[in-house]
Nanobody
Framework: QVQLVESGGGLVQPGGSRRLSCVVS?????????MVWYRQAPGKEPELVAS???????VSADSVKGRFTISSAHLQKRVYLRMNSLKPEETGVYYC?????????WGQGTQVTVSW
């Protein structure tokens, strides 16, 4: 069974940092997979935050460039999202997403709340 399990969410103060982690099933954790972090703010559609392409490149939303970093650890089968200088408007549920061999997989999400 394919699974993506996110962790690392919680309450963080504005300007603070957080690292999210996503454990990905070995069957779809591939250098040829496209791995993405999305954020869904309350009442809004999910939006792409950062992605790690099958060529090893990274793409980030303009709003997070220079502050968020997506990376992966192949031995641990994990995808990370390092978030620095967090803003209150970046509150939401963060989802891990993997696209591989024509299929798309989602995790259950982890809540990040940026607030005093």
């Amino acid at each position: 069974q394919v699974q993506l399990v996110e962790s690392g969410g919680g309450l963080v103060q504005p300007g603070g940092s957080r690292r999210l982690s996503c454990v990905v099933s070995e069957s779809i954790f591939s250098r040829h997979a496209h791995m993405v972090w999305y954020r869904q703010a309350p009442g809004k559609e999910p939006e792409l935050v950062a992605s790690l392409t099958d060529g090893g490149g990274t793409v980030s939303a303009d709003s997070v460039k220079g502050r968020f970093t997506i990376s992966s650890a192949h031995l641990q089968k994990r995808v990370y999202l390092r978030m620095n200088s967090l803003k209150p408007e970046e509150t939401g549920v963060y989802y891990c997403n993997v696209r591989y061999l024509g299929s798309i997989y989602w995790g259950q999400g982890t809540q990040v709340t940026v607030s005093w």
